[in-house]
């Protein structure tokens, strides 16, 4: 069992930056991969960035590349979402998820509550 808590969410004008933190608990954090879903208003949950459990692999939609960079700490038990040059658009609540991550797919065996993230214009 894994137990995933986001925080780091908050209001922030466009061009700003925010760090999203997920603090896992259970002994297994480490063996798998960790992900960031977002989910905007009236929309579907779409996948944000992956990163393997060992670390060797990120995989990031096209919408985020070059502006978010997911990274983790397993001794810590935490993955985090660096977002910078956030844009209106990156509205939404953020999930964490833990499970297995390919180039194509995340298989999430556990979610996050989520946590709201606003970009003003």
């Known amino acids: 069992q894994v137990q995933l808590v986001e925080s780091g969410g908050g209001l922030v004008q466009a061009g700003g930056s925010l760090r999203l933190s997920c603090a896992a608990s259970?002994?297994?954090?480490?063996?798998?991969?960790m992900g960031w879903f977002r989910q905007a208003p009236g929309k579907e949950r779409e996948f944000v960035a992956a990163i393997t459990w060992s670390r060797t692999s990120t995989y990031y939609a096209d919408s985020v590349k070059g502006r978010f960079t997911i990274s983790r700490d397993n001794a810590k038990n935490t993955v985090y979402l660096q977002m910078n040059s956030l844009k209106p658009e990156d509205t939404a609540v953020y999930y964490c998820?833990?499970?297995?991550?390919?180039?194509?797919?995340?298989?999430?065996?556990?979610w996050g509550q989520g946590t709201q993230v606003t970009v003003s214009s």
């Open positions: 259970g002994r297994t954090f480490s063996r798998y991969d």
């Open positions: 998820a833990a499970g297995v991550s390919e180039p194509s797919l995340f298989d999430a065996d556990y």
